[in-house]
């Protein structure tokens, strides 16, 4: 274990010396690649807010180097880990503007995937809230609406792309989240279209 843990330790440490070496050869791409490399070198060792800040890093660097969708890929990557390192507004901003490169790319995918994480940070900002009795309760249902929507519209985008599996996997968060707030007949409404798609209806 403890010889994994000094691996992993010199590969960040390789990392970092590979990212500044590139840089200071203005070999860009290859640094953003090791950039993201470098983040991810940080999850394997759970360092999380390192981890988001190497990925907020790697996104503005693909931004400046020109790749768009290698940006969309690095702000998923970036609004997951602030989503799970209980940062959810800042999740919420980072899949909203992995949002918008998709919708410039013309790219079903990568919206579908900002969708789904925007969802679940919009649905952990209103727990977060919640505990916490803060916000007014018209605010606080309309960021819960905000986030159901967010998991349909990227349900739609998967059945466009007809990949019906994953369709079904995202309608049926929609129905959990329903359940959570207490909607039962709207989360029943939509686990009966997760079914029929699975069934080969649709």
Not at 82 to 105: D, K, Y
């Amino acid at each position: 274990m403890y010889a994994k843990i000094g691996q992993l330790e010199e590969s960040l440490s390789c990392c970092r010396e590979g990212v500044s070496l590139l840089q200071e050869l203005g070999a860009r791409r290859e640094a953003t690649l090791a950039q993201y490399r470098l983040a991810v070198a940080f999850g394997r060792l759970n360092r999380g807010e390192e981890m988001a800040d190497a990925f907020a890093g790697a996104a503005e660097l693909w931004h400046e180097v020109g790749d768009p969708p290698a940006r969309a890929v690095a702000l998923h990557s970036l609004g997951v880990t602030l989503r799970i390192t209980g940062r959810p507004v800042e999740a919420i901003r980072a899949h909203r503007e992995g949002l918008t490169v998709g919708e410039e790319l013309g790219d079903k995918r990568t919206q579908s995937k900002a969708l789904m994480g925007f969802g679940l940070a919009l649905a952990d900002a209103c727990d977060e809230a919640d505990e916490a009795d803060e916000g007014s309760g018209s605010e606080e249902s309309q960021r819960e609406d905000e986030a159901v929507d967010a998991f349909m519209r990227s349900a739609a985008l998967l059945r466009e792309l007809d990949d019906r599996e994953e369709a079904a996997a995202t309608l049926n968060t929609a129905a959990r989240y329903l359940r959570h707030l207490g909607r039962a007949q709207e989360a029943d409404e939509v686990s009966e279209q997760a079914a029929l798609l699975l069934s080969g209806g649709s």
